[in-house]
Protein backbone atom coordinates (compact mmCIF):
# COMPACT_ATOMS: atom_id res chain seq x y z
CA UNK A 1 0.00 0.00 0.00
CA UNK A 2 1.45 3.30 -1.02
CA UNK A 3 2.29 5.66 1.79
CA UNK A 4 -0.50 8.50 2.03
CA UNK A 5 1.18 11.90 0.48
CA UNK A 6 -0.09 15.42 0.14
CA UNK A 7 0.51 16.78 -3.01
CA UNK A 8 0.93 20.10 -0.91
CA UNK A 9 3.67 18.80 1.55
CA UNK A 10 5.57 16.79 -0.77
CA UNK A 11 6.56 12.95 -0.56
CA UNK A 12 8.75 12.77 2.53
CA UNK A 13 5.71 14.68 4.77
CA UNK A 14 3.18 12.31 5.79
CA UNK A 15 -0.30 13.13 6.22
CA UNK A 16 -1.86 13.56 9.46
CA UNK A 17 -4.61 10.82 10.27
CA UNK A 18 -7.47 13.24 10.19
CA UNK A 19 -6.83 15.26 7.02
CA UNK A 20 -9.77 13.91 4.27
CA UNK A 21 -8.46 11.75 0.97
CA UNK A 22 -8.18 13.84 -2.26
CA UNK A 23 -11.30 12.77 -4.66
CA UNK A 24 -8.86 10.36 -6.52
CA UNK A 25 -7.68 8.79 -3.26
CA UNK A 26 -11.77 8.54 -2.39
CA UNK A 27 -12.42 6.32 -5.71
CA UNK A 28 -15.14 8.02 -6.66
CA UNK A 29 -15.59 7.68 -10.32
CA UNK A 30 -14.84 10.97 -12.28
CA UNK A 31 -16.99 11.76 -15.62
CA UNK A 32 -14.74 12.59 -18.32
CA UNK A 33 -14.00 16.00 -18.85
CA UNK A 34 -16.09 15.98 -22.67
CA UNK A 35 -19.09 15.81 -20.23
CA UNK A 36 -17.45 18.94 -18.07
CA UNK A 37 -16.73 21.19 -20.93
CA UNK A 38 -20.19 20.59 -22.40
CA UNK A 39 -22.30 21.59 -19.33
CA UNK A 40 -19.75 24.46 -18.05
CA UNK A 41 -20.39 25.72 -21.65
CA UNK A 42 -24.33 25.31 -20.71
CA UNK A 43 -23.82 27.14 -17.80
CA UNK A 44 -21.61 29.69 -19.41
CA UNK A 45 -23.99 29.96 -22.40
CA UNK A 46 -26.93 30.21 -19.32
CA UNK A 47 -25.35 33.22 -17.06
CA UNK A 48 -24.30 34.90 -20.97
CA UNK A 49 -28.21 34.98 -21.61
CA UNK A 50 -28.90 36.36 -18.19
CA UNK A 51 -26.22 38.86 -18.28
CA UNK A 52 -27.58 40.08 -21.60
CA UNK A 53 -31.33 40.21 -20.48
CA UNK A 54 -30.13 42.06 -17.58
CA UNK A 55 -28.40 44.97 -19.43
CA UNK A 56 -31.25 45.04 -21.88
CA UNK A 57 -33.39 45.74 -18.91
CA UNK A 58 -31.03 48.11 -17.23
CA UNK A 59 -31.27 49.88 -20.72
CA UNK A 60 -34.75 49.37 -20.93
CA UNK A 61 -35.11 51.01 -17.23
CA UNK A 62 -32.68 53.72 -18.06
CA UNK A 63 -34.90 55.01 -21.19
CA UNK A 64 -37.92 55.14 -18.80
CA UNK A 65 -36.54 57.06 -16.00
CA UNK A 66 -37.24 60.85 -16.50
CA UNK A 67 -35.35 63.27 -14.36
CA UNK A 68 -37.78 66.48 -13.97
CA UNK A 69 -36.27 69.64 -12.19
CA UNK A 70 -38.13 71.90 -10.66
CA UNK A 71 -36.56 75.28 -10.63
CA UNK A 72 -37.32 79.02 -9.86
CA UNK A 73 -36.87 81.69 -7.06
CA UNK A 74 -37.75 80.90 -3.42
CA UNK A 75 -41.64 81.35 -2.98
CA UNK A 76 -41.78 80.36 -6.55
CA UNK A 77 -44.60 77.57 -5.77
CA UNK A 78 -41.58 74.49 -6.58
CA UNK A 79 -42.58 72.32 -3.57
CA UNK A 80 -46.14 73.08 -3.71
CA UNK A 81 -46.10 71.61 -7.44
CA UNK A 82 -44.20 69.12 -6.21
CA UNK A 83 -47.05 68.41 -3.69
CA UNK A 84 -49.62 68.17 -6.51
CA UNK A 85 -47.38 65.35 -8.62
CA UNK A 86 -47.48 63.68 -5.16
CA UNK A 87 -51.33 64.03 -5.04
CA UNK A 88 -51.60 62.98 -8.22
CA UNK A 89 -49.25 59.87 -8.77
CA UNK A 90 -49.23 59.13 -5.19
CA UNK A 91 -51.49 60.26 -2.93
CA UNK A 92 -50.94 57.47 -0.16
CA UNK A 93 -47.70 59.01 0.80
CA UNK A 94 -49.40 62.91 1.24
CA UNK A 95 -51.78 60.91 3.07
CA UNK A 96 -49.55 59.56 5.34
CA UNK A 97 -47.32 62.46 6.07
CA UNK A 98 -50.40 64.46 6.77
CA UNK A 99 -49.43 64.86 10.89
CA UNK A 100 -46.22 65.77 10.38
CA UNK A 101 -47.41 69.10 8.56
CA UNK A 102 -49.02 70.04 11.71
CA UNK A 103 -46.45 71.96 13.32
CA UNK A 104 -45.22 73.78 10.17
CA UNK A 105 -48.80 75.24 9.48
CA UNK A 106 -49.06 76.28 13.55
CA UNK A 107 -45.88 78.04 12.60
CA UNK A 108 -46.93 79.84 9.75
CA UNK A 109 -49.63 81.22 11.37
CA UNK A 110 -47.55 82.45 14.28
CA UNK A 111 -45.81 84.02 11.57
CA UNK A 112 -48.59 85.96 10.21
CA UNK A 113 -49.19 87.08 13.90
CA UNK A 114 -46.01 88.24 14.26
CA UNK A 115 -45.55 89.98 10.80
CA UNK A 116 -49.20 91.94 11.52
CA UNK A 117 -48.03 92.69 15.52
CA UNK A 118 -44.74 94.48 13.81
CA UNK A 119 -46.33 95.89 11.40
CA UNK A 120 -48.87 97.93 13.82
CA UNK A 121 -45.75 98.32 15.87
CA UNK A 122 -44.39 100.18 13.45
CA UNK A 123 -47.32 102.33 12.17
CA UNK A 124 -48.41 103.49 16.30
CA UNK A 125 -43.92 104.37 16.75
CA UNK A 126 -44.40 106.67 13.02
CA UNK A 127 -47.92 108.20 14.19
CA UNK A 128 -46.37 109.57 17.27
CA UNK A 129 -43.05 110.64 15.75
CA UNK A 130 -45.36 112.67 13.09
CA UNK A 131 -47.06 113.92 15.93
CA UNK A 132 -44.09 114.98 17.55
CA UNK A 133 -42.20 116.47 14.76
CA UNK A 134 -45.89 117.63 13.15
CA UNK A 135 -45.03 116.10 9.65
CA UNK A 136 -47.02 117.31 7.10
CA UNK A 137 -45.54 116.22 3.91
CA UNK A 138 -46.37 112.25 3.71
CA UNK A 139 -45.14 109.77 1.09
CA UNK A 140 -48.43 109.15 -0.91
CA UNK A 141 -47.28 105.05 -1.04
CA UNK A 142 -46.55 105.17 2.48
CA UNK A 143 -49.34 107.35 4.27
CA UNK A 144 -50.11 107.44 7.98
CA UNK A 145 -53.15 105.69 8.61
CA UNK A 146 -55.74 107.07 11.30
CA UNK A 147 -56.01 104.67 13.99
CA UNK A 148 -58.71 106.09 17.00
CA UNK A 149 -57.49 105.58 20.47
CA UNK A 150 -60.21 102.94 21.35
CA UNK A 151 -58.79 100.77 18.12
CA UNK A 152 -55.60 101.24 19.22
CA UNK A 153 -56.12 100.24 22.90
CA UNK A 154 -57.96 97.61 21.48
CA UNK A 155 -55.02 96.59 19.24
CA UNK A 156 -52.50 96.64 22.60
CA UNK A 157 -54.33 94.71 24.41
CA UNK A 158 -54.82 91.88 22.12
CA UNK A 159 -50.71 92.39 21.61
CA UNK A 160 -50.10 91.46 25.30
CA UNK A 161 -52.06 88.95 25.04
CA UNK A 162 -50.79 87.45 21.70
CA UNK A 163 -46.80 87.82 23.24
CA UNK A 164 -46.30 84.43 25.09
CA UNK A 165 -47.31 83.36 20.93
CA UNK A 166 -45.28 85.38 19.42
CA UNK A 167 -42.08 84.92 21.92
CA UNK A 168 -42.44 81.35 20.81
CA UNK A 169 -41.73 82.23 17.29
CA UNK A 170 -38.14 82.15 16.95
CA UNK A 171 -37.48 79.12 18.61
CA UNK A 172 -39.98 77.30 17.45
CA UNK A 173 -38.56 78.03 13.39
CA UNK A 174 -35.24 76.99 15.09
CA UNK A 175 -36.75 74.02 16.66
CA UNK A 176 -38.27 72.59 13.10
CA UNK A 177 -35.12 72.96 11.14
CA UNK A 178 -32.50 71.45 13.58
CA UNK A 179 -30.82 74.76 13.92
CA UNK A 180 -30.50 75.29 10.41
CA UNK A 181 -30.85 79.06 9.49
CA UNK A 182 -29.54 81.35 5.62
CA UNK A 183 -27.72 84.12 6.03
CA UNK A 184 -29.33 87.04 5.14
CA UNK A 185 -33.43 85.52 5.11
CA UNK A 186 -35.64 86.11 7.45
CA UNK A 187 -36.68 83.51 10.25
CA UNK A 188 -37.96 80.67 8.79
CA UNK A 189 -38.51 76.77 8.84
CA UNK A 190 -36.22 75.36 6.32
CA UNK A 191 -36.38 71.51 5.60
CA UNK A 192 -33.57 68.82 4.33
CA UNK A 193 -34.84 65.33 2.37
CA UNK A 194 -36.83 63.20 4.09
CA UNK A 195 -37.87 65.27 6.93
CA UNK A 196 -40.82 63.92 6.21
CA UNK A 197 -41.11 60.51 7.63
CA UNK A 198 -38.93 61.82 11.35
CA UNK A 199 -42.48 63.45 12.13
CA UNK A 200 -44.77 60.81 11.62
CA UNK A 201 -47.31 59.59 14.48
CA UNK A 202 -45.68 57.22 15.36
CA UNK A 203 -42.17 59.09 16.71
CA UNK A 204 -44.99 61.29 17.95
CA UNK A 205 -46.05 64.74 16.29
CA UNK A 206 -43.70 66.89 17.80
CA UNK A 207 -40.64 65.03 16.67
CA UNK A 208 -37.24 67.00 15.50
CA UNK A 209 -37.17 66.95 11.60
CA UNK A 210 -33.55 65.82 11.07
CA UNK A 211 -33.16 63.71 14.75
CA UNK A 212 -37.34 62.54 15.46
CA UNK A 213 -36.70 63.38 18.94
CA UNK A 214 -39.48 64.61 20.32
CA UNK A 215 -39.80 68.63 20.59
CA UNK A 216 -40.88 70.86 23.68
CA UNK A 217 -41.48 74.12 21.39
CA UNK A 218 -43.33 72.48 19.42
CA UNK A 219 -45.94 71.32 22.16
CA UNK A 220 -46.15 73.92 23.42
CA UNK A 221 -46.87 76.34 20.51
CA UNK A 222 -49.23 74.03 19.61
CA UNK A 223 -50.92 74.84 23.29
CA UNK A 224 -50.40 78.36 23.18
CA UNK A 225 -52.41 78.41 19.76
CA UNK A 226 -55.47 76.44 21.41
CA UNK A 227 -55.54 78.78 24.24
CA UNK A 228 -54.36 82.31 22.25
CA UNK A 229 -57.18 81.25 19.20
CA UNK A 230 -60.00 83.62 20.16
CA UNK A 231 -57.44 86.92 20.31
CA UNK A 232 -55.97 85.87 16.94
CA UNK A 233 -59.51 85.64 15.28
CA UNK A 234 -59.85 88.76 16.90
CA UNK A 235 -56.55 90.80 15.56
CA UNK A 236 -57.22 89.39 12.49
CA UNK A 237 -60.74 90.28 12.38
CA UNK A 238 -59.98 93.88 13.96
CA UNK A 239 -60.87 96.77 11.28
CA UNK A 240 -57.84 98.29 11.72
CA UNK A 241 -56.02 95.02 10.38
CA UNK A 242 -58.52 94.34 7.75
CA UNK A 243 -57.63 98.10 6.51
CA UNK A 244 -54.09 97.08 6.68
CA UNK A 245 -54.27 93.97 4.51
CA UNK A 246 -56.61 95.40 2.22
CA UNK A 247 -54.06 98.72 1.73
CA UNK A 248 -51.29 95.85 1.89
CA UNK A 249 -49.43 97.76 4.43
CA UNK A 250 -49.00 94.50 5.67
CA UNK A 251 -47.46 92.00 3.18
CA UNK A 252 -48.32 88.76 4.66
CA UNK A 253 -47.10 85.50 2.96
CA UNK A 254 -49.80 83.60 0.89
CA UNK A 255 -50.00 80.83 3.30
CA UNK A 256 -50.84 83.72 6.20
CA UNK A 257 -54.57 84.62 5.33
CA UNK A 258 -55.64 81.18 4.93
CA UNK A 259 -55.05 79.56 7.54
CA UNK A 260 -55.80 82.55 9.81
CA UNK A 261 -59.26 82.08 7.92
CA UNK A 262 -59.29 78.56 9.44
CA UNK A 263 -57.66 79.57 13.11
CA UNK A 264 -60.82 77.61 14.83
CA UNK A 265 -60.37 74.58 13.14
CA UNK A 266 -56.35 74.41 13.34
CA UNK A 267 -56.10 75.57 16.88
CA UNK A 268 -58.34 72.32 18.55
CA UNK A 269 -56.07 69.87 20.39
CA UNK A 270 -56.67 67.01 17.76
CA UNK A 271 -56.23 69.03 14.48
CA UNK A 272 -54.44 67.29 11.37
CA UNK A 273 -53.69 69.30 8.31
CA UNK A 274 -56.01 67.90 5.54
CA UNK A 275 -54.37 67.83 2.19
CA UNK A 276 -55.77 71.87 1.28
CA UNK A 277 -53.32 72.62 4.79
CA UNK A 278 -50.95 70.98 3.26
CA UNK A 279 -50.54 72.40 -0.20
CA UNK A 280 -50.77 75.90 1.30
CA UNK A 281 -48.24 75.32 3.77
CA UNK A 282 -44.93 77.45 3.50
CA UNK A 283 -41.97 75.78 3.98
CA UNK A 284 -38.77 76.40 2.51
CA UNK A 285 -36.83 74.20 0.82
CA UNK A 286 -32.75 73.57 1.69
CA UNK A 287 -30.91 71.79 -0.81
CA UNK A 288 -31.91 69.19 -3.02
CA UNK A 289 -34.66 67.15 -2.49
CA UNK A 290 -35.10 63.66 -4.85
CA UNK A 291 -38.93 62.29 -5.27
CA UNK A 292 -39.69 59.36 -6.86
CA UNK A 293 -43.05 58.46 -8.85
CA UNK A 294 -43.86 55.60 -11.21
CA UNK A 295 -46.13 57.03 -13.83
CA UNK A 296 -48.16 55.24 -16.57
CA UNK A 297 -48.09 57.10 -19.39
CA UNK A 298 -50.02 55.29 -22.71
CA UNK A 299 -49.41 51.77 -21.14
CA UNK A 300 -45.87 52.62 -19.92
CA UNK A 301 -44.76 52.97 -16.98
CA UNK A 302 -41.62 55.46 -16.26
CA UNK A 303 -39.76 56.01 -13.40
CA UNK A 304 -40.03 60.26 -12.28
CA UNK A 305 -37.57 61.51 -10.16
CA UNK A 306 -38.77 64.82 -10.11
CA UNK A 307 -35.88 67.35 -7.57
CA UNK A 308 -37.12 69.86 -5.83
CA UNK A 309 -34.79 72.60 -5.19
CA UNK A 310 -33.81 75.30 -2.62
CA UNK A 311 -34.62 78.85 -4.86
CA UNK A 312 -33.24 81.22 -2.71
CA UNK A 313 -30.13 82.60 -4.09
CA UNK A 314 -27.62 81.32 -1.73
CA UNK A 315 -29.19 78.00 -2.53
CA UNK A 316 -29.07 78.10 -6.32
CA UNK A 317 -25.19 76.71 -6.52
CA UNK A 318 -26.65 73.18 -5.67
CA UNK A 319 -28.77 72.90 -8.84
CA UNK A 320 -25.61 72.51 -11.37
CA UNK A 321 -24.46 68.99 -10.29
CA UNK A 322 -28.02 67.66 -11.45
CA UNK A 323 -27.79 69.87 -14.74
CA UNK A 324 -26.07 67.06 -16.47
CA UNK A 325 -28.98 63.82 -17.15
CA UNK A 326 -31.94 66.38 -16.45
CA UNK A 327 -34.12 65.32 -19.04
CA UNK A 328 -36.61 68.18 -18.49
CA UNK A 329 -36.73 71.68 -16.44
CA UNK A 330 -40.10 72.96 -14.85
CA UNK A 331 -39.55 76.55 -14.10
CA UNK A 332 -41.55 78.60 -11.89
CA UNK A 333 -42.67 82.17 -12.05
CA UNK A 334 -45.03 83.41 -9.79
CA UNK A 335 -46.50 86.09 -12.31
CA UNK A 336 -48.50 87.36 -9.53
CA UNK A 337 -45.00 89.13 -7.83
CA UNK A 338 -44.68 92.06 -10.12
CA UNK A 339 -45.47 94.49 -6.37
CA UNK A 340 -42.95 91.96 -4.85
CA UNK A 341 -38.99 92.18 -3.38
CA UNK A 342 -36.86 88.86 -2.58
CA UNK A 343 -36.29 88.51 0.64
CA UNK A 344 -33.04 87.63 0.70
CA UNK A 345 -32.35 91.22 -1.22
CA UNK A 346 -35.05 93.56 -0.61
CA UNK A 347 -33.64 95.70 -3.58
CA UNK A 348 -34.69 93.48 -6.40
CA UNK A 349 -37.86 93.08 -7.50
CA UNK A 350 -39.36 89.71 -7.78
CA UNK A 351 -40.30 89.25 -11.30
CA UNK A 352 -36.72 90.67 -12.24
CA UNK A 353 -35.09 87.84 -10.76
CA UNK A 354 -37.39 85.60 -12.35
CA UNK A 355 -36.51 86.93 -15.92
CA UNK A 356 -32.83 86.99 -15.15
CA UNK A 357 -32.66 83.47 -13.86
CA UNK A 358 -34.94 81.85 -16.55
CA UNK A 359 -32.12 84.02 -18.80
CA UNK A 360 -29.43 82.08 -17.11
CA UNK A 361 -31.06 78.26 -17.46
CA UNK A 362 -31.80 79.37 -21.04
CA UNK A 363 -28.11 80.19 -21.64
CA UNK A 364 -26.52 77.09 -19.35
CA UNK A 365 -24.92 74.60 -21.87
CA UNK A 366 -25.70 71.75 -19.43
CA UNK A 367 -29.29 71.86 -20.33
CA UNK A 368 -29.10 72.55 -23.74
CA UNK A 369 -30.71 68.66 -24.35
CA UNK A 370 -33.21 69.14 -21.78
CA UNK A 371 -36.48 69.93 -22.19
CA UNK A 372 -37.71 73.60 -21.04
CA UNK A 373 -41.16 74.49 -19.74
CA UNK A 374 -42.12 77.75 -18.31
CA UNK A 375 -44.99 77.65 -15.78
CA UNK A 376 -46.34 81.04 -14.52
CA UNK A 377 -48.17 80.46 -11.33
CA UNK A 378 -50.43 82.44 -9.01
CA UNK A 379 -52.35 83.56 -11.86
CA UNK A 380 -55.11 83.35 -9.00
CA UNK A 381 -53.31 86.24 -6.79
CA UNK A 382 -52.70 88.21 -10.01
CA UNK A 383 -56.28 88.39 -10.91
CA UNK A 384 -56.89 89.45 -7.13
CA UNK A 385 -54.29 91.73 -7.38
CA UNK A 386 -55.66 93.50 -10.68
CA UNK A 387 -59.32 93.26 -9.22
CA UNK A 388 -58.25 95.21 -5.74
CA UNK A 389 -56.55 98.07 -8.23
CA UNK A 390 -52.75 97.53 -8.31
CA UNK A 391 -51.77 98.62 -11.04
CA UNK A 392 -48.79 96.81 -12.82
CA UNK A 393 -47.06 99.99 -14.44
CA UNK A 394 -46.61 101.08 -10.90
N1 LIG B 1 -52.53 81.41 -4.20
C1 LIG B 1 -51.55 80.63 -4.65
N2 LIG B 1 -50.60 80.24 -3.81
C2 LIG B 1 -49.63 79.44 -4.29
C3 LIG B 1 -49.58 79.00 -5.64
N3 LIG B 1 -48.48 78.22 -5.79
C4 LIG B 1 -47.88 78.17 -4.59
N4 LIG B 1 -48.56 78.91 -3.68
C5 LIG B 1 -48.21 79.15 -2.28
O1 LIG B 1 -46.97 79.84 -2.28
C6 LIG B 1 -46.19 79.48 -1.14
C7 LIG B 1 -44.76 79.16 -1.56
O2 LIG B 1 -44.66 77.91 -2.04
P1 LIG B 1 -43.43 76.88 -1.98
O3 LIG B 1 -43.93 75.79 -2.86
O4 LIG B 1 -43.02 76.57 -0.62
O5 LIG B 1 -42.26 77.70 -2.71
P2 LIG B 1 -40.85 77.13 -3.20
O6 LIG B 1 -40.68 77.58 -4.62
O7 LIG B 1 -40.76 75.68 -2.96
O8 LIG B 1 -39.85 77.93 -2.25
P3 LIG B 1 -38.36 77.51 -1.75
O9 LIG B 1 -38.43 76.13 -1.22
O10 LIG B 1 -38.01 78.53 -0.72
O11 LIG B 1 -37.48 77.62 -2.97
C8 LIG B 1 -46.95 78.35 -0.44
O12 LIG B 1 -47.61 78.90 0.68
C9 LIG B 1 -47.97 77.90 -1.49
O13 LIG B 1 -49.16 77.43 -0.90
C10 LIG B 1 -50.61 79.45 -6.53
O14 LIG B 1 -50.64 79.14 -7.72
N5 LIG B 1 -51.56 80.25 -5.96
MG1 LIG C 1 -39.57 74.56 -1.70
Given at each position: ????????????????A??P??I?????????N?F??EES???????D??????????K????????????G?????K?TL?????L?YA?????T???????????????A???????????????????????????V?N????I???????????????L????????????L?G??????G???????????????????WM???????P???????A??L??A????R????????????????????E??P?????I????????V???????????????????????????T?????????????????A???Y???????????PI??FD?Y???????N???D??????A????Q?L????L????????L?????????????
Open positions: MSQLVSPSLGPNHARSSAPSEESGILLPPRYNQRISNMIDELKKESALREAKRKEIKVMLLQAESGSQKQFQYSQTLEERPSWRPIVHFNIMKVRMILDELDYEFARAENAEQEEIQEQDDELLESPSHKNEILDLRSRLPLVALHDSLASESGVSITGKTGVFVRSGWQTLLTPSRGGNVHTGKQAVAGLAKAHTQEDIKLWLHPVVRIFVDKRKVRLESGFFLDNERIAQPDYPDIEDVLSVRLQTLGVIEHSFPINLGGMYDWRLYDVGGARGQRHWVPFDDATAIIFLASAQLEEDPRTRIDSLQLFTICANLKKAHVLMLNKTDLKRKLKAGIRVAK
